[in-house]
T-cell receptor, first 116, second 117 residues
Framework: AQKITQTQPGMFVQEKEAVTLDCTYD???????LFWYKQPSSGEMIFLIY??????QNATEGRYSLNFQKARKSANLVISASQLGDSAMYFC?????????????FGTGTRLKVLA | GAVVSQHPSRVICKSGTSVKIECRSL??????MFWYRQFPKQSLMLMAT?????????EQGVEKDKFLINHASLTLSTLTVTSAHPEDSSFYIC?????????????FGQGTRLTVV
């Protein structure tokens, strides 16, 4: 079974508008972490935002916010005021396991294209 | 954020030769490093997890004799692709974490695009 599911292979958004990238996860661990990474065409992975499973509030980092709905096991990324430079591949990831045995599992990604 | 440096960024090698890829954490001690492989337009596939000073843990289906991983220090891990073949051509990317400190996310190197001819 997929541990991280990103159902949107591609998304378009108009510049300056907000966009939501979906991510659902599956784990039986009570303690886990959820991450979003951006991968531009150059290939590097850029960390965007982190949400811990015990965090009460949704994480925010500048224009990025994570809509964490624990009961639904979803961790959607919201990008506000989209910019042309936001065009990239976006990966949702989950860290599970215990100290010394952590693993980071990635979804299949969503390719975002921001239109001028 | 923390810096992870991966070298080389691109390498072309002949079939049958070995290639070494280095992953260094520049400003933190990386107790755990991860090696991923990414095919074009696909997700990152975890190959192995290495903890400093111990043998790497390989994911199912990854040949440990072909993909040699060494994590001899808290700042350096290496992946050696031995007897490379064209099907080993891929994008390899490492990440590092300091699970003993305040760093919670995995920081990634820039990736290495390997082409075997």
């Amino acid at each position: 079974a997929q541990k991280i599911t990103q159902t949107q292979p591609g998304m378009f958004v108009q510049e300056k508008e907000a966009v939501t990238l979906d991510c659902t996860y599956d784990t039986s661990d009570p303690s886990y972490g959820l991450f979003w990474y951006k991968q531009p065409s150059s290939g590097e992975m850029i960390f965007l935002i982190y949400q811990g499973s015990y965090d009460q509030q949704n994480a925010t980092e500048g224009r990025y916010s994570l809509n964490f709905q624990k009961a639904r096991k979803s961790a959607n990324l919201v990008i506000s005021a989209s910019q042309l430079g936001d065009s990239a591949m976006y990966f949702c990831a989950m860290r599970e396991g215990t100290s010394g045995t952590y693993k980071y599992i990635f979804g299949t990604g969503t390719r975002l294209k921001v239109l001028a | 954020g923390a810096v992870v440096s991966q070298h080389p960024s691109r390498v072309i090698c002949k079939s049958g030769t070995s290639v070494k890829i280095e992953c260094r954490s520049l400003d933190f001690q990386a107790t755990t490093m991860f090696w991923y492989r990414q095919f074009p337009k696909q997700s990152l596939m975890l190959m192995a997890t290495s903890n400093e000073g111990s043998k790497a843990t390989y994911e199912q289906g990854v040949e440990k004799d072909k993909f040699l991983i060494n994590h001899a220090s808290l700042t350096l891990s290496t992946l050696t692709v031995t007897s490379a073949h064209p099907e080993d051509s891929s994008f390899y990317i490492c990440s590092a974490t300091d699970l003993g400190g305040v760093v919670t996310e995995a920081f990634f190197g820039q990736g290495t695009r390997l082409t075997v001819v």
